[in-house]
């Protein structure tokens, strides 16, 4: 047999041993895995391990595209014949050997005797392949009982990455407890802030005739929430001219929104026009800002070098 019905015979034949034949699939597989790893593959190995968790099945469906691409590659049966590359040299040179021997053959019939010997050589070559490919089979044997292993250690893993999951959703509720923390506060200074500014507006107006308080109100229509609800503007002074005020912490367009309907709820209650609209907040959104610009309501905030920094 020459080298090249060698090849040929492998490219006709092997894909369908290996489809016929798992054990000798897997067999060649872990041969071609453990002569190519790559970084990439390396790669692909850990991100495999964040996927562990979706299920055997998408794994086994995984190994099984490998081995079917490898089975199909030529690249894996260049791999065999460069690790074979000093008997392949020796079946090249019989090879030659033939060819030439083929085109005397054609005009001189009395030399076939020779090329006999020369066919009885090339099988007793073919043997000792056979024999290699033997060891090959035992070699991959222990390739294979190598990812077995590496597969417990992925469980061991992915048992490991659970755990941390756990340790995160621990971590989660702890960040979310202080957070609720930290907004009980920050409602706690924004309360303290408007009592003390409403005290202190009414110690500085109410000497010069200006009547300064805290306006409450029941609106059981819904006019400004959408359903019954206790209105509460923080200020309202008033003399010649009426002011509504809010003292906020923070201010959103959306507490802009709220604010102007109060403020017509107020009108409606009161029968008058409020003269002044104003929010008194350190922080601003811009938003918020250009939205009370537009709808008339003054904003009293930090400068802007304070906010920014």
Same mark, same amino acid.
Request: proline share 2%; aromatic share 6%; no cysteine.
């Given at each position: 047999m020459t080298l090249e019905e060698l090849r040929q015979w492998l490219v006709s034949e092997l894909p369908k041993w290996l489809r016929?034949?798992?054990?000798?699939?897997?067999?060649?597989? @872990?041969?071609? %895995? &453990?002569?190519?790893?790559?970084?990439?593959?390396?790669?692909?190995? +850990?991100?495999?391990?964040? $996927?562990?968790?979706?299920?055997?099945?998408?794994?086994?469906?995984?190994?099984?595209?490998?081995?079917?691409?490898?089975?199909? !590659?030529?690249?894996?049966l260049r791999a065999l014949q460069e690790q074979q590359a000093e008997h392949s040299r020796t079946l090249q040179? =019989?090879?030659?050997?033939?060819?030439?021997?083929?085109?005397?053959?054609?005009? =001189?019939? %009395?030399?076939? #005797?020779?090329?006999?010997?020369?066919?009885?050589?090339?099988? &007793? !070559?073919?043997?000792?392949?056979?024999?290699?490919? #033997?060891? =090959?089979?035992?070699?991959?044997?222990?390739h294979a009982q190598a990812i077995r292993d590496m597969q417990k250690q992925l469980a061991? =893993?992915?048992?490991?990455?659970?755990?941390?999951?756990?340790?995160?959703? $621990?971590?989660? *509720?702890?960040?979310?407890?202080?957070? %609720? $923390?930290? /907004?009980?506060? /920050?409602?706690?200074? @924004?309360?303290?802030?408007?009592? %003390?500014?409403?005290? /202190? +507006?009414? *110690?500085?107006?109410?000497?010069? @005739?200006?009547?300064?308080? #805290?306006?409450?109100?029941?609106?059981?229509e819904g006019f400004v929430? /959408?359903?019954?609800?206790?209105?509460e503007i923080d200020l309202l002074v008033r003399n010649e001219t009426t002011i509504a005020a809010e003292i906020c912490s923070s201010v959103s367009k959306a507490d802009v929104w709220v604010f102007l309907r109060k403020v017509e709820f107020l009108e409606r209650l009161l029968n008058r026009k409020i003269d002044r609209k104003a929010i008194i907040s350190p922080f601003v959104d811009d938003d918020a800002l250009e939205f009370a610009q537009k709808t008339g309501v003054e904003v009293f905030t930090a400068p802007e070098e304070l906010r920014s920094s």
């Open positions: 016929e034949h798992p054990e000798l699939r897997y067999t060649l597989e @872990g041969v071609l %895995a &453990e002569t190519f790893v790559r970084r990439d593959e390396w790669q692909n190995l +850990m991100r495999a391990l964040e $996927k562990l968790a979706e299920g055997q099945q998408e794994l086994q469906r995984t190994l099984q595209e490998v081995l079917r691409q490898q089975a199909e !590659h030529s690249q894996a040179e =019989h090879t030659r050997i033939l060819q030439e021997q083929t085109q005397i053959l054609q005009e =001189h019939t %009395a030399i076939l #005797r020779e090329h006999t010997e020369a066919l009885k050589a090339l099988q &007793e !070559h073919q043997l000792e392949h056979t024999r290699i490919l #033997r060891e =090959h089979a035992s070699i991959l044997r222990e061991e =893993h992915s048992e490991a990455i659970r755990s941390l999951q756990e340790e995160q959703v $621990k971590h989660s *509720e702890l960040l979310r407890r202080l957070d %609720a $923390k930290i /907004g009980a506060l /920050g409602r706690r200074w @924004g309360l303290l802030s408007e009592a %003390a500014s409403r005290e /202190g +507006m009414y *110690e500085l107006l109410t000497p010069y @005739g200006f009547r300064v308080e #805290r306006f409450w109100a029941r609106d059981e929430f /959408g359903r019954p609800e206790q209105i």
